[in-house]
């Protein structure tokens, strides 16, 4: 099945909206707010690299309202063991069995704040979650709730104490971003609001978990031309070849563009994949997933110019091509 022109045209209406109700929280930052719902409604995880006080929380708790749907938030510390995420198993002494007391992980939206701050063990308790949606405790498996999905944090600048986190984890986040400052004029709207608390501000559900769910499966059916599947193929390849890369971009990573790149599409009312939803988020999905050569890093070479690198050097199939 694949999507309709009408399909497209109310995904694209939904989304706008609880960008739009977002956006009222997290002033000024309309293109980080869609590409967290794209990240959402593409069923994948978000890393945002960014420095103290700007925003995160506030926009896992407003994407939680939005949708009518749970949110936690879970400070990541060097003394943070699995349990404390997953949750543990208690003995009931009434009943003689034990009793599974749920983590903060069961919750439709999690914020992982400062993730790099545990333990790589710690860390490690949310791969199966983040990658089958369920958590395994004492030989039990937990569903977790639908929509899901983690949203995860880390300072760039404070590296002091932390742990970097893992190959194998950093290819299970869909995308990495940074929220940044605000620009003038919305920071001259946050400042006229100071006599409120940020807690204080609530978004309005605009769907509820259920239409989630239906427009994640409705982004699945966005119409993918070959010639679109081999460009990926291609902008990968050249992630691999490249001299300054010492690990380029895995299978997971090339699905993963595809995947957003549906989403992206459905999101500005298209039934199909065009060359520029791949080029609009080939840097937030595939950057965090290169490794790069020492010398080149110690030349100045960064993953992202890297990607935009590679986006020049890979010509896009032409519309005759598509056709």
Do not use: C, W
């Amino acid at each position: 099945m694949t999507m309709t022109p009408e399909d497209a045209t109310r995904f694209a209406s939904n989304l706008d909206e609880l960008v739009g109700a977002v956006e009222e929280i997290l002033l000024g930052k309309n293109r980080v707010i869609r590409l967290a719902f794209t990240a959402l409604l593409s069923e994948g995880h978000l890393l945002l690299e960014d420095v103290p006080g700007t925003g995160k929380t506030s926009l896992a708790r407003a994407m939680a309202q939005s949708v009518a749907g749970s949110s936690n938030r879970v400070q990541f510390t060097p003394d943070l063991l699995p349990g404390d995420i997953t949750g543990v198993s208690v003995y009931d002494q009434r009943s003689g069995v034990f009793e599974f007391h749920p983590g903060p992980v069961f919750a439709n939206i999690v914020l992982a704040d400062e993730i790099n701050r545990a333990s790589p063990k710690t860390q490690s308790a949310l791969l199966e979650v983040m990658e089958e949606g369920q958590v395994t405790v004492d030989g039990q498996t937990h569903r977790a709730g639908q929509p899901f999905m983690v949203i995860a944090t880390q300072n760039p600048v404070e590296q002091a104490g932390t742990y970097r986190l893992p190959e194998a984890q950093l290819d299970r986040f869909l995308m990495r971003t940074s929220i940044g400052y605000p620009d003038h004029a919305s920071t001259i709207r946050i400042l006229e609001g100071t006599d409120q608390r940020a807690h204080d501000h609530r978004v309005e559900p605009r769907l509820d978990a259920d239409q989630i769910v239906e427009m994640a499966a409705m982004a699945r059916t966005v119409y993918v031309d070959p010639t679109i599947n081999d460009y990926v193929s291609r902008l990968v390849d050249a992630t691999r070849s490249a001299t300054e890369v010492r690990l380029g971009v895995s299978v997971r990573g090339a699905l993963s563009l595809v995947r957003a790149a549906k989403t992206h599409a459905a999101g500005r009312g298209r039934h199909y994949v065009v060359p520029d939803d791949v080029k609009a988020l080939a840097e937030p999905v595939l950057a965090h997933r290169l490794i790069l050569d020492p010398e080149a890093e110690f030349d100045g070479v960064t993953a992202s110019n890297m990607i935009a690198q590679v986006l020049i050097e890979t010509p896009p199939p032409s519309a005759r091509q598509a056709g």
